[in-house]
């Protein structure tokens, strides 16, 4: 089936750090790709989506400044959280459509401290 | 703007019993589709069922299966023969039937499963 590889699956930081999340579709190519942040016992709110090759589209209210995405090939996507501070702290998953009847695939998840 | 809701933050099912979780949407889409994830403590999200609006025959996958009231813009999962592994997060998400394509997510059911 369909998987997208995320990592790293956790990471700390300092304030003021930047820290990079990537995103590949190992068996399909992702020309969408989904952001979302959870908090904990929270549901998944999407942040931005990125399609291969053009900007990122960010929902309202999230920062694009600091919260850069990249979708430069069909395989990878990446988020990169810029001057990190603790609030940015949460859990981010990425997520792919491959078609088909199997819907999205997600990828595992980073946990992100920042400290 | 589609939204979905679920109304019951937490749920318990004794084991082998069932236990049924709701799910209301709201749409002024004809054509969409409709999923249920589950998010155990892995924090993985696990696609459990998919259904297509067009189609009126409620979709099943083994033990999981979903009542699906398009009038109503309902859409439940039945959990039989409830199993401690089925413990998790459970999120009913709505895909428009558009260009766009992303996740809309409800807030989620925590389900426990005592033995």
């Known amino acids: 089936g369909a998987v997208v590889s995320q990592h790293p699956s956790r990471v700390i930081c300092k304030s003021g750090t930047s820290v990079k999340i990537e995103c590949r579709s190992l068996?399909?190519?992702?020309?969408?790709m989904f952001w979302y942040r959870q908090f904990p016992k929270q549901s998944l709110m999407l942040m931005a989506t990125?399609?291969?090759?053009?900007?990122?589209?960010?929902e309202q209210g999230v920062e694009k400044d600091k919260f850069l995405i990249n979708h430069a090939s069909l395989t990878l996507s990446t988020l990169t959280v810029t001057s990190a501070h603790p609030e940015d702290s949460s859990f981010y998953i990425c997520s792919a459509p491959p078609g088909g009847f199997y819907g999205y695939t997600f990828g595992s998840g980073t946990r992100l401290t920042v400290v | 703007a589609q939204t979905v809701t679920q109304s019951q933050p937490e749920m318990s099912v004794q084991e082998a019993e069932t236990v049924t979780l709701s799910c209301t949407y709201d749409?002024?889409?004809?054509?969409?589709?409709l999923f249920w994830y589950k998010q155990p403590p892995s924090r993985q999200m696990i696609l459990v069922i998919r259904?297509?609006?067009?189609?009126?025959q409620n979709a099943t996958e083994n033990r999981f299966s979903v009542n699906f009231q398009k009038a109503a813009k309902s859409f439940s999962l039945k959990i039989s023969d409830s199993q401690l592994g089925d413990a998790a997060m459970y999120f009913c998400a709505y895909e428009g039937g558009g260009a766009t394509n992303k996740l809309i997510f409800g807030t989620g059911t925590l389900l426990a499963v005592q033995p």
């Open positions: 990125s399609n291969e090759g053009s900007k990122a589209t960010y």
């Open positions: 259904q297509e609006a067009y189609k009126q």
């Open positions: 749409t002024s889409e004809s054509d969409y589709y």
């Open positions: 068996d399909f190519q992702a020309t969408t």
